[in-house]
């Protein structure tokens, strides 16, 4: 376990939630989160400190409950997501944590809820559990992440209301639209 000091505990937690791409694992920011909440007296105060609501630092947690190796694929990012930290605390039993971070962290789906009850209902083993999970996946769907700051999302969401539809359709609009331009330029 990391030695911690007050400093860069609160350095940690302060630059791991205010961005939307987190620069430390998340067993990391957890220890500095539990670090502090030793220090201050309560994850509240913590939360205070750090200027986050205190759910945020209950969720954090949730990753030190999980057995090691479920840690383990937190800390080497192999699983990055908070959500997913609390889906596979949910389930009570060690063995299960661990069947179903297992399938997390080698599948290419990335719905911790499926791929946990299929674990939890003891019906799949964690190759089969992911198998199921990648096949009810419709064929043909590409996802991409884009990652806008908050001026451009703020721009794209003001557009997006002024011709009344949602900034998940104006973005695919504005690509395809691109996309079209660009193909014609290279006929």
Known sequence: MKEWDEA?????VYSNTRRKKRRDDLVTV?????YLAKLYGSQKAVAAKA???PEMIRQFLTVLRLPKSARDLFQSRLIDSVDVAKELAALNDPKEQTMAAAAMAN????DARDIKRLVKNGKYGVKAARKVV??????GLNVFVLDFDDDILDRLRREASKQKINVADLVRHIVAQWVRMRSKRTD
């Open 107 to 110: 599948t290419q789906s990335k």
């Open 8 to 12: 860069t505990a609160l350095a940690i």
């Open 30 to 34: 957890a220890g500095a989160m539990e």
């Open 134 to 139: 990648l096949d009810a996946k419709p064929g």
């Open 51 to 53: 200027g986050v609501h």
